[in-house]
Nanobody, 118 residues
Framework: VHLMESGGGSVQTGASLRLSCSVT????????WGWYRQIPGSALEKVAI???????SYASFADGRFTISRDNSANTLYLDLTDVTPEDTATYYC?????????????WGQGTRVTVSP
């Protein structure tokens, strides 16, 4: 299984970005998937999860600003970030798993870095 995140960059407060996670080696269709992030010096935290019915759940900081989606035909997961703030500066990762189980795959991608300046 290979996870490849992309779409990050350096932006200013209030900007929008679309992060992508291309998955190879496994079909994403039959599993929930999610986005996680790691702020430097902090633990990994859950951002959003999308189940097989395309129903999404969000961490409180993401609710209303971020949107998770999936394209099963492309085996790709997306995270649309809007109205970002410096507190969203982090490396973002994708992984398989639901809200309660957390990330299931042991091998993570390299992540995609989002840097938000004031």
């Amino acid at each position: 299984v290979h996870l490849m995140e992309s779409g990050g960059g350096s932006v200013q407060t209030g900007a929008s970005l679309r992060l992508s996670c291309s998955v190879t080696g496994i079909d994403i269709t039959l599993d929930p998937w999610g986005w996680y992030r790691q702020i430097p010096g902090s633990a990994l935290e859950k951002v959003a999860i999308i189940n097989i019915f395309h129903r999404a759940s969000y961490a409180s900081f993401a609710d209303g600003r971020f949107t998770i989606s999936r394209d099963n035909s492309a085996n790709t997961l997306y995270l649309d970030l809007t109205d970002v703030t410096p507190e969203d500066t982090a490396t973002y990762y994708c992984n398989r798993g639901d809200w309660w189980s957390g990330p299931e795959l042991p091998d993570w991608g390299q992540g995609t870095r989002v840097t938000v300046s004031p």
